[in-house]
């Protein structure tokens, strides 16, 4: 036998496996791992997100877990910001960088041609000067392959590589640039 839910069951199913009928007793990067992730583009959505669902849940854990990498934000599904864990960042962000790639505009997709490239010098140049802002970023690839714009080097740099912007950017109450580092 066969069921079919009615729309309204169907509804309720959905927001239930959200976790948006009710509140539960669960920590910032349980609810974020079990959602596959939050929407991210602003800093501040994902705070309301976890309150939303989260009984008792207070700005400080999800700023905690910032702070100490357990949850990052990084470019992810949709070619947008998103908020996951740092196991599931190191797990999907290799998944969806194809699709990356792919959306974007010709420019930038030339660049691509030298794509591990720009991945290792991305890498070579965070680690040896720390977070940087997608500016700052662009700029120091320019010096090392220059003919290619600084913003679409930095383009490459944060599709090829998986980047999470580190804090204060989207602590509660402290804010800041996005500052690049490697996962």
């Given at each position: 036998?066969?069921?079919?839910?009615?729309?309204?069951?169907l509804?309720?199913?959905?927001?239930?496996?959200?976790?948006?009928?009710?509140?539960?007793?669960?920590?910032?990067?349980?609810?974020?791992?079990?959602?596959?992730?939050?929407?991210?583009?602003?800093?501040?959505?994902?705070?309301t997100?976890?309150?939303?669902?989260?009984?008792?849940?207070?700005?400080?854990?999800?700023?905690?877990?910032?702070?100490?990498?357990?949850?990052?934000?990084?470019?992810?599904?949709?070619?947008t910001?998103?908020?996951?864990?740092?196991?599931?960042?190191?797990?999907l962000?290799?998944?969806?960088?194809?699709?990356?790639?792919?959306?974007?505009?010709?420019?930038?997709?030339?660049?691509?041609?030298?794509?591990?490239?720009?991945?290792?010098?991305?890498?070579?140049?965070?680690d040896?000067?720390?977070?940087?802002?997608?500016?700052?970023?662009?700029?120091?690839?320019?010096?090392?392959?220059?003919?290619?714009?600084?913003?679409?080097?930095?383009?490459?740099?944060?599709?090829?590589v998986?980047?999470?912007?580190v804090?204060?950017?989207?602590?509660?109450?402290?804010?800041?640039?996005?500052r690049?580092?490697?996962?």
């Amino acid at each position: 036998m066969t069921a079919v839910l009615t729309r309204r069951a169907l509804n309720r199913a959905t927001l239930a496996r959200q976790h948006l009928d009710v509140r539960v007793r669960m920590t910032a990067v349980a609810m974020v791992e079990h959602l596959v992730g939050m929407q991210a583009q602003a800093p501040w959505p994902p705070y309301t997100g976890l309150w939303t669902r989260i009984e008792g849940f207070g700005h400080e854990e999800l700023g905690d877990a910032l702070t100490s990498r357990r949850l990052v934000r990084v470019l992810l599904h949709r070619g947008t910001v998103h908020l996951v864990s740092a196991a599931d960042c190191l797990a999907l962000r290799p998944l969806v960088r194809p699709v990356l790639v792919r959306g974007h505009r010709a420019e930038v997709r030339a660049a691509f041609a030298d794509a591990e490239r720009i991945a290792r010098l991305t890498r070579e140049v965070l680690d040896a000067r720390g977070p940087l802002t997608p500016t700052e970023l662009g700029a120091a690839l320019a010096e090392l392959l220059p003919g290619t714009p600084a913003n679409v080097l930095a383009d490459v740099a944060r599709t090829t590589v998986a980047l999470v912007q580190v804090p204060p950017r989207a602590v509660w109450g402290a804010g800041g640039a996005t500052r690049y580092a490697t996962a």
